[in-house]
C-alpha cells in the first residue's frame, strides 16, 4: 500500500520542464541493468523507476533543493560497475555485533563475510533475494514518498541486492543489526547503488546500524526505507566515513505509526561530495521522531543534508539536534523543513541546527524551515554558527593545556553532544575520528 503524503515536495524543475534525455543518468541506468530472475512485482517497479528516470535530468543549482551544492565533478566522470571483491579490507567492526551483521562489498552481499547467528526467533536479516515468500515485502518496497526522485528512482530501477530488515509482532531485538556496506575502486572509478528495507511489525523493538566505507574514487546511491508499525520502536545509526573521493547521495525515508518512536542519529566524517535526504512521515497520533546529527568536513569537503519531517495526527513530537564542525575550504549544508498541518494540533517540535567553524575559509549555509497552520502547537527553531571563543582557549591555556589540546577539548564538548546518544563504543570513535581529522 503506498504512503499518502498530506505535504507537499515541489517538483525538480529539471524533471518537469526540461524533459530530455541525460546521458550521465542513462550511461548509469545502462550499467546498472538487472537481467537476472526476479519476481514480477519488482519487474514491476523496476521498469516504472527506470521510466522516471529516462525522463529527468540530474538536478543544478537552478533547483530549490540542490542550489548549494555542485554536482558537475560527479556528472563529469566515468563509473563502472563492479563485483564482489572478497579481498576488501574491513573496517574496524564493534565485536558486539560480530554475530548479527549483513556485509555488502561493491552493492553485492557477502554470506561468507556476515553472520546472523545472534539474533532471535521472529526476526529476518538477510539479503532480499533470499527473503522467505511469508513476508509481504511487495507492500512496503519502493512505496514510501519520494520514490520517484531522481537518484531514489536510478537506485530502484539498478541496485544489485537489497539488506532486509524484518522484525515481527512484539519482538525485541537486543542486539543491533550491523550493516556494513564497503566500496572498493582500484583502476577505474566505481559506482554502486545499496539498497535497505527495515519493517518493525507493531510493538516490535530494533536497533540497527548502517556503516559506509571505502578506498578509492566511486559514487554511493543509497537508499533505505523503514517502516515503524503501531507502538514499534526502531533506532538507527547512520555512519559514514566514506573516501575522500568518493561520491554519497543518500535517502532514508521512514513511515510511523500510532505511538511509535524512530530514532536517527547520523554521523558524517567521509565523502568529496556528501548529499542526504532524511524522510520522515508522522501517520498516527503519539508519534516521536529524533533525529541527532553530526557533520565533521575538512579539506575541500561538501556535506549536504535535507531533512524533511511531515506531521499528520495530534500529539506528535520530534526533536531535531544537527551539527557541523568545518575546517579548511570545506562547505556543510543544512536544510531542515518540519511541515505541521491543520490536523497535527498539540505538537511539540523543536529543530536546532548548531556549527563551528574551524577556518576563516570554512563555509557553512544552514536552512531551518517550519510551516504550521496548526493553532495549538508547540515549535520552536533556530541555527547558530560560530569560532572557538578566545576567552575560552584563554582559559584552558591558563590551567596548562596547549594551543591545540585546549582547541581540541573545546571541539570534543562541542560532538560530544551527540556522540553521547550513540551506542556501543561509537561515542570514542567519534572523538578520535575528529581528532584524526583536524590534525591532519
Not at 547520523?266 to 532524511?278: A, D, Q, T, V, W
Not at 496548526?374 to 575560552?392: F, R, Y
Amino acid at each position: 500500500m503506498a504512503v499518502q503524503v498530506p505535504y507537499a515536495i515541489k517538483p525538480l524543475k529539471s524533471d518537469r520542464a526540461t524533459l530530455h534525455k541525460n546521458d550521465f543518468l542513462m550511461g548509469l541506468l545502462d550499467r546498472a541493468k538487472i537481467s537476472g530472475n526476479e519476481p514480477q512485482w519488482l519487474k514491476d517497479v523496476r521498469q516504472q523507476a527506470a521510466s522516471w528516470v529516462a525522463n529527468s535530468s540530474v538536478p543544478t543549482k537552478k533547483d530549490e533543493d540542490w542550489r548549494f551544492i555542485d554536482l558537475s565533478d560527479l556528472t563529469k566522470t566515468n563509473f563502472t560497475t563492479v563485483g564482489a571483491n572478497g579481498g576488501s579490507p574491513l573496517p574496524q567492526l564493534p565485536t558486539e555485533t560480530e554475530n548479527c551483521r549483513l556485509i555488502f562489498v561493491n552493492g553485492v552481499y557477502n554470506a561468507d563475510l556476515s553472520d546472523t547467528s545472534a539474533l532471535p526467533d521472529g526476526v529476518y536479516v538477510g539479503s532480499l533475494q533470499n527473503i522467505p515468500e511469508t513476508y509481504p515485502v511487495a507492500e512496503h518496497f519502493a512505496r514510501q514518498h519520494g520514490a520517484q526522485d531522481v537518484f531514489t528512482a536510478l537506485n530502484t530501477a539498478g541496485f544489485a541486492n537489497a539488506a532486509v530488515i524484518w522484525a515481527n509482532k512484539n519482538v525485541i531485538v537486543d542486539t543491533p543489526i550491523h550493516l556494513v556496506f564497503i566500496s572498493t575502486a582500484e583502476e577505474t572509478a566505481s559506482f554502486s547503488q545499496l539498497r535497505t528495507l527495515v519493517v518493525a511489525e507493531a510493538g516490535a523493538s530494533l536497533s540497527l546500524i548502517e556503516e559506509y566505507s571505502g578506498t578509492g574514487e566511486y559514487f554511493i546511491n543509497a537508499v533505505t526505507e523503514i517502516v515503524v508499525r503501531d507502538n514499534a520502536e526502531v533506532k538507527h545509526t547512520r555512519w559514514q566515513q566514506e573516501s575522500d573521493r568518493a561520491f554519497h547521495v543518500g535517502k532514508t525515508a521512514v513511515a510511523q505509526a500510532k505511538d511509535s518512536r524512530y530514532t536517527l542519529n547520523e554521523i558524517n566524517f567521509g565523502s568529496k561530495l556528501y548529499r542526504h535526504n532524511p524522510e520522515v512521515l508522522q501517520q498516527g497520533e503519539q508519534t516521536t521522531t529524533n533525529l541527532n546529527g553530526l557533520t565533521v568536513a575538512t579539506g575541500e569537503q561538501t556535506s549536504d543534508t535535507h531533512s524533511t519531517i511531515a506531521l499528520t495526527k495530534p500529539y506528535g513530537t520530534t526533536d531535531q539536534l544537527h551539527k557541523c564542525i568545518v575546517g579548511d575550504r570545506a562547505h556543510t549544508v543544512f536544510n531542515g523543513k518540519v511541515f505541521v498541518p491543520k490536523t497535527a494540533q498539540l505538537t511539540d517540535a523543536s529543530q536546532l541546527n548548531r556549527n563551528l567553524l574551524l577556518s576563516d575559509k570554512a563555509r557553512v549555509d544552514t536552512k531551518p524551515e517550519l510551516q504550521i497552520t496548526a493553532d495549538n502547537v508547540k515549535c520552536s527553531h533556530g541555527a547558530t554558527v560560530s569560532q572557538l571563543e578566545a576567552d575560552e582557549i584563554f582559559y584552558l591555556r591558563s590551567r596548562g593545556l596547549n594551543q591545540q589540546d585546549a582547541s581540541q577539548l573545546l571541539i570534543d564538548a562541542f560532538a560530544g553532544e551527540i556522540g553521547d546518544r550513540l551506542p556501543l563504543n561509537l561515542a570514542a570513535k567519534v572523538a578520535q575520528t575528529i581528532k584524526q581529522k583536524i590534525s591532519k
